[in-house]
């Protein structure tokens, strides 16, 4: 059987073959992940099409590749896999343990073990039933290898002493992150515009009703739909900042798709929440916790990261109390929130204590005046400090 490259998304040309999971010789069964092939959005996993064992690999670790292409072939039967597994009765509990563990793990964690030649079924899992997380991979690391590293290995760090670098080539997400920030930095007039808002009221509405929201719904309430929502609603009364420019054209988009930035181990990706005004807070906390998962395991697909009219991003999750967002492109504006932190305020000619977090709109200059920018960023503040004006509509 041949082992092809999946038909590849639509505007990508070719790929890069991540992560092989098996070995020339090796047994595998029906739906086992042979091969991680990465594309400049999304990975794409490769699976057995029956049992059998694994034959010729033609295409290894980090070869280019198009749609459809053979990388590889396997034998298909249960006879010859049997036979395979013979000489080795005595490891076959292991193998077979080792096989099991590793349907569990994340692309991201195969890829670590993958690459550290490491025994999954040596790594105590820390996650959900057992699962091996990144964490426990790298904990792995901090006390295994100190052990079980030869001195021949050793030596050449001894000799270079504490200075030492490493060079690894940029996987294909990366290259795209990077090249779509430059092209967003030449080719947009972005300027980025701040506010701050008082979180005080959100947060007595999420303490006052957390427990019989998460009772009734299966979720906890959190910031997210909050900004959402008064994004959406924001965007509906500033149209501008929910257009893109295509050519010497302006485009006005009736419906309101918000991209979440999310950061994954892989890099940061922005999955869409699609037709956001016809969400509720519920729906809207369900959907970003679905998209964080597939996130965090590679299994977002390329459905889940076009489109979006919009994006939010949340650096106060990593402690960043002020930054300037970029653009993502063909989008023409970021929102970026950031840490909740008490300050000092004066209100009503009084100091009060209060919970406090900074708000910049980066937007593109050519299709936002500053009227609109600062209209759609107080518009926000409103609806957070006072979020019955979402409930109104006023």
Not at 36 to 45: Q, R
Not at 106 to 119: H, Y
Not at 267 to 276: A, E, I
Not at 373 to 383: C, H, P, Q, R
Request: charged share 25%; net charge negative.
């Amino acid at each position: 059987m041949e082992i092809k490259v999946p038909v590849l998304p639509e505007s990508v040309a070719d790929a890069t073959i991540a992560t092989w999971h098996v070995k020339t010789g090796e047994a595998v069964s029906r739906d086992q992940v042979l091969v991680d092939i990465e594309t400049d959005k999304v990975v794409l996993e490769v699976v057995a099409q029956a049992d059998g064992v694994m034959g010729e690999i033609i295409h290894d670790t980090g070869a280019t590749v198009t749609a459809e292409e053979v990388i590889g072939k396997m034998e298909a039967g249960g006879a010859p896999a049997a036979k395979a597994e013979a000489p080795k009765a005595e490891a076959a509990p292991a193998a077979a343990a080792a096989d099991e563990g590793d349907d569990a793990l994340s692309p991201s964690v195969r890829r670590l073990i993958a690459e550290k030649g490491l025994d999954a079924s040596k790594i105590k899992g820390s996650g959900k039933n057992g699962r091996v997380t990144k964490e426990d991979v790298e904990k792995f690391l901090a006390g295994a290898p100190a052990k079980a590293a030869a001195p021949a290995a050793a030596a050449p760090v001894v000799a270079a002493g504490d200075r030492s670098q490493k060079r690894v080539p940029m996987t294909r997400l990366r290259k795209t992150i990077a090249n779509r920030l430059l092209e967003a930095k030449n080719s947009t007039a972005m300027l980025t515009t701040f506010n701050e808002v008082n979180m005080k009221p959100i947060m007595d509405l999420r303490k006052q009703y957390q427990d019989v929201f998460e009772k009734r719904h299966g979720i906890r309430l959190g910031f997210m739909s909050f900004y959402v929502k008064a994004v959406t609603e924001a965007l509906k009364r500033f149209p501008e900042v929910n257009a893109a420019i295509d050519g010497d054209d302006i485009v006005y988009h009736n419906y309101f798709d918000v991209s979440i930035a999310v950061s994954t181990p892989r890099g940061l990706v922005t999955p869409v929440l699609r037709d956001c005004d016809k969400m509720n807070l519920a729906e809207i906390e369900k959907a970003i916790k679905d998209l964080a998962i597939k996130g965090r395991d590679g299994k977002l697909s390329m459905d889940d990261l076009t489109g979006g009219n919009f994006t939010i991003t949340n650096g106060g999750v990593f402690g960043s109390l002020m930054s300037t967002p970029i653009i993502n492109p063909p989008q023409s504006a970021i929102l970026g929130m950031h840490k909740i932190q008490d300050r000092v305020m004066v209100v009503d000619g009084k100091m009060e204590i209060l919970p406090m977090m900074y708000l910049a709109l980066s937007y593109d200059h050519r299709i936002i005046d500053g009227k609109e920018s600062v209209g759609f960023l107080v518009t926000i503040k409103e609806l957070l400090e006072d979020p019955t004006r979402i409930l109104l509509d006023i």
